[in-house]
């Protein structure tokens, strides 16, 4: 416990003792978020405009993502403009990036944040599922990621790519999402080791979300697991944050650094805890 309580305290000072984050450091930045017409994404889209950000937001639902541009510019938004896309579609990614840095004449900062439609339950063997939600949730993330990359190289930019505590600790119910973000994790994990040893002027950020609270994870959780949901908007702004001082990683809220840590001291009682604390009748 003595060990583990030093090793805590070390960590935070260390945090302390980083660059400090000035929210007027994100003025005139130019952003691209996607998935940002509902939960986290929007929330980030509206930080971003309070901030007097230039923003492109996408989606699939047009006519959501222009009452979210509508709000970013009453915000302060220096600009705010919306495409929409869908990125089961291959060659929408492509088309998102090239429209972002053409109407904002370059790139600072993209988000890759948005996550398709998938069941929350046993899996119920459906391969097909698994293959579209991978290019939803991963492929167009790389292609976003590789398209957008000369244009950040140009910036000293920053791709931030929103994953979960899901990405790095299995868990029911979710098996086509979970492999989603664990392929997430590794590949960006990855790229961020080749980056640093090009010398490259852009940073990847990786950000490890527990259970927040979007009407989708609510809708999906609820009848399978009681515990706490952390505020969307926070949650946004760590990320928005953690890009900014060009983290390569973030972690919110607080208990997800800790279950990433501890993850594979005592994989008996891990499994044990994590199987009891769902709801499940067979
Ligand atoms: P939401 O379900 O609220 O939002 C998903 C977004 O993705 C929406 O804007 C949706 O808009 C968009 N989207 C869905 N399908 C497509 C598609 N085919 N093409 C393009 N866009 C699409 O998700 P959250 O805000 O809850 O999650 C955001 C991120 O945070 C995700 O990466 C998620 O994995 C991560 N996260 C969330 C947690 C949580 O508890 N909420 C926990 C851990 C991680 P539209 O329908 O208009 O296309």
Known sequence: ILLLGSLSAALIALQWSGPTFSEESLKGMRVLVTGASTGIGEQLAYLYARMGAQIVITAR?????????????????????????????????????????????GLDYIVLNHIGPSPYAMWDGDVDHIRWLMQVNFHSYVKMAVKALPALEKTNGSIMVVSS???????PFALPYTATKFALNGFFGS?????????????????????????SAMEKIKGYIDMPAYPAHEAAYQIIKAGALRQSETFYPWYT???????????????????????YQP
């Open 165 to 171: 505590l899901l990405g790095k600790m299995c868990s």
């Open 191 to 215: 790229l961020q080791h080749e980056l640093a040893m090009k010398h490259s002027n852009v940073t990847v950020t990786v950000c490890t979300l527990g259970l927040i609270d979007t009407e």
């Open 257 to 279: 650094f800790y279950y990433t840590l501890f993850r594979d001291w005592f994989p008996y009682y891990r499994d044990l805890v994590i199987r009891n604390s769902f709801i």
């Open 61 to 105: 639902r047009e006519h959501v993502l222009k009452e979210v541009v509508k709000k970013c510019l009453d915000l302060g938004a220096q600009k705010a403009l919306y495409i929409a896309a869908d990125m089961a579609e291959t060659a929408d990614a492509d088309r998102v990036v090239e429209f972002a840095e053409e109407q904002l004449k």
